[in-house]
């Protein structure tokens, strides 16, 4: 059976950090490209971030550049968003999802075969 478990998300202060973890199983998740996407009320899902199968190439979008780190463990089937400086805007349901296909369409919710069932995050002001 496959499965995405997030966990982590919860309610932090502006400036204030959050590590959030995805767990895989049921699939060869080595061989799948991971992305985190958020939706926030009212708001169509984002792309925030994508690793590659061996870590080697990452993306971020434009908004966490530089607050916003992925990382990801094969062996454990993990993958991590630490998320630094969070502000308001950051205020979402968080989803890992993974990928069979090219890291070129990372963006592209549509191109992701497996998704988790997300996690909130809420940064008060």
């Known amino acids: 059976q496959v499965q995405l478990v997030e966990a982590g998300g919860g309610s932090v202060q502006a400036g204030g950090s959050l590590r959030l973890s995805c767990a895989a199983s049921?699939?060869?998740?080595?061989?799948?490209?991971t992305g985190w996407f958020r939706q926030a009320p009212g708001k169509e899902r984002e792309f925030v971030a994508a690793?590659?199968?061996?870590?080697?190439?990452?993306d971020y979008a434009d908004a966490v550049k530089g607050r916003f780190t992925v990382s990801r463990e094969n062996a454990m089937k993990m993958v991590y968003l630490k998320m630094n400086s969070l502000n308001p805007e950051n205020t979402a349901v968080y989803y890992c999802a993974d990928t069979s296909g090219l890291f070129v369409n990372r963006k592209l919710s549509s191109r992701y075969n497996y998704w988790g069932q997300g996690t909130q995050v809420t940064v008060s002001s």
């Open positions: 049921g699939f060869a998740f080595s061989n799948y490209i």
């Open positions: 690793i590659s199968r061996s870590g080697s190439n990452i």
